[in-house]
């Protein structure tokens, strides 16, 4: 370097390049943020209008006496206003109580009939065996039957002469012919039956995917200190599955609230009233009374609870996830 280089750079120093690569990052990131919300904006606000559209509409509904027979269009209904009548009917509808007590006597014994079932299969799953791929696309083809196929098929096997009473015949070895679906104890635990069939399959992959993501080296470290089989689960795998556990009941929770179609192709809510739960209640009064405004009423209230439901689990799940973290 020549001595009039030496000169200038000692007479003019290149100043230092304070910026960081670090203090650039949240900056991108937030210029990203606004890109994205600003991308997504239309459809953002064409989801919120298709949500908040038929809810507030059902509010305005159920605050009134309206119906399709009042000779008014929905926009109307405005003059058929009773306040708050529909919901102090609902408090005394004896009825909807009843089926409501129905529907939670049906959630109360499938939900955990599905859990335990699905968990102990998903355990026996998480293990390798001849034939395992086999039997794993058998036992998920109940799920993907259509409910309504479900349904007919259950209502076939539980009548009089059907494969039921032909099977309970031969290991008794007298003719056995239970009117299934014609009694009121029986035909709810034959909907209960094939609820359990039909979405059984969804617990178990719903657990079996939990379970499979158990650490596999805390597990064999347990077993180097002695553990056996069972204090593994309970100490190790139960507690690492929490979050997917508490997933899985509350959307068996919520879609076992909302039973119909298999429900209603068996028995028809019937005898009687027998089988006749929250979902088949609001179904016949929507299209046999056409009492919409009552209706209205009711799924808003069914809507506030399951929604309390949704909340409680998040909850719970969030306080999981803390605790495993």
């Known amino acids: 370097m020549s001595a009039a280089t ?33 991308l997504t904006l239309p459809a953002q606000i064409l989801v919120l209008f298709i949500a908040l559209f038929p809810l507030l509409m059902q509010l305005y509904i159920s605050l009134t006496d309206w119906s399709p027979l009042s000779g008014l269009g929905w926009w109307s209904a405005w003059s058929l206003w009773n306040n708050f009548a529909n919901y102090t009917d609902l408090a005394a509808d004896a009825r909807f109580w009843s089926a409501l007590k129905r529907t939670a006597i049906v959630m109360i014994v499938c939900v955990p009939a599905e859990f335990l079932l699905g968990l102990a ?35 076939m096997l539980f009548q009089s002469g059907g494969p039921v ?6 290991l008794s070895g007298f003719p056995v012919t239970i009117a299934w679906l014609s009694d009121p104890t029986l035909a709810l635990i034959a909907v209960m039956l094939a609820d359990i069939w ?23 470290a347990a077993t180097l200190l002695g553990a056996n089989p069972w204090q593994r689960f309970v100490t190790i795998v139960l507690p690492k599955m929490k ?14 609230f909302k039973i119909f179609d298999t429900l209603y ?24 009374d056409l009492i919409w405004g009552y209706v209205a009423a009711i799924a808003l209230a069914i809507l506030i609870v399951l929604s309390i439901a949704a ?8 306080r999981a996830r803390e605790v495993s973290a």
């Open 6 to 38: 030496a000169a200038i750079s000692e007479q003019a120093p290149i100043p230092e390049d304070n910026s960081h690569p670090a203090q650039a990052k949240p900056a991108l990131r937030d210029e990203g943020a606004k890109l994205g919300f600003r």
């Open 121 to 155: 299969l998903a355990t026996l799953f998480a293990d390798e065996f001849p034939g395992k791929r086999i039997f794993y696309s058998i036992l998920l083809m109940p799920m993907m039957v259509v409910p309504a196929v479900a349904g007919y098929m259950f209502f």
């Open 165 to 170: 009473n032909d099977i309970l015949s031969a």
């Open 198 to 220: 039909q979405w059984t399959p969804l617990m178990f992959l719903i657990l079996l995917a939990g379970l499979v993501g158990v650490p596999e080296d805390q597990i064999k």
């Open 243 to 256: 979050t997917i556990i508490i997933i899985a009941l509350a959307i068996r929770v919520i879609e076992n």
């Open 265 to 288: 192709i068996m028995t028809g809510g019937g005898p009687g009233v027998a089988t006749e739960t929250i979902s088949v209640y609001i179904y016949k009064l929507t299209t046999q």
């Open 311 to 318: 909340v409680f689990a998040m909850k719970r799940m969030a």
